[in-house]
């Protein structure tokens, strides 16, 4: 069964959003990690997320095997998410759609995971790629062209179009984060966001996963 363990020459990322260098460089060497720490990244803080590959990683025995991922018994992968403490806020649902989601890229891409990305020759068919993962939406789909844009260098003709508004500088979203320093500004500017949306009477977008 083919397994994901690295970008190959040239392509690891410089995204540092977790606080600890191992899950930070398992995130940029590892492509399963990152799409898996993406589709996390939903009702917790990115953090936290983010770490979750590193020891999901741990738990499976040391590594991210996509193919013993995907083919796991559902019931015994969510008691991995669920073992304290818990990979995520919702630990069976995000073991479900963690098992859709290497099952998809099994199915779609061979069982290679940055083939999300590589196997892309424009902007638009890396957004439809990702887009069609299980757990990406829109929104998610977006961040994650732009992440791979600015933190991995992945840019086929017409990725800015692809990333909508996250293609543009500044820091609106994970895919701006190298440091400390940018994770505080963009936690700044998401709190600043849900302020306005507030204050103008928006209902989130974001809806919390069944546990």
Not at 65 to 83: C, I, N, Q, T, W
Not at 109 to 120: I, K, M, Y
Not at 137 to 163: N, T
Request: glycine share 10%.
């Amino acid at each position: 069964m083919p397994t994901t363990a690295a970008y190959g020459v040239g392509m690891q990322g410089d995204l540092a959003v977790t606080g600890h260098a191992d899950a930070d460089e398992l995130l940029n060497t590892d492509p399963l990690a990152l799409l898996i720490g993406m589709l996390l990244d939903q009702q917790v803080p990115m953090e936290r997320a983010f770490s979750a590959p590193a020891e999901l990683a741990e738990r499976m025995g040391g590594r991210l095997d996509l193919g013993e991922l995907a083919g796991a018994d559902p019931d015994d992968l969510k008691l991995v998410f669920s073992r304290r403490p818990a990979l995520h806020r919702f630990p069976g649902s995000m073991a479900a759609r963690t098992q859709a989601l290497c099952r998809h890229v099994l199915d779609r891409h061979g069982g290679v995971a940055e083939a999300v990305w590589t196997s892309a020759a424009t902007g638009a068919e890396l957004y439809a790629n990702v887009e069609a993962l299980p757990g990406f939406g829109e929104q998610k789909a977006r961040i994650f062209v732009a992440l791979l844009a600015k933190r991995l260098q992945v840019r086929p003709e017409g990725w800015e179009a692809a990333a909508g508004a996250y293609a543009q500088p500044g820091w609106s979203s994970v895919a701006d984060i190298d440091g400390p320093e940018a994770l505080a500004k963009v936690r700044e500017h998401k709190k600043a966001m849900k302020a306005r949306a507030k204050a103008s009477g928006a209902t989130p977008k974001a809806r919390a996963p069944r546990a």
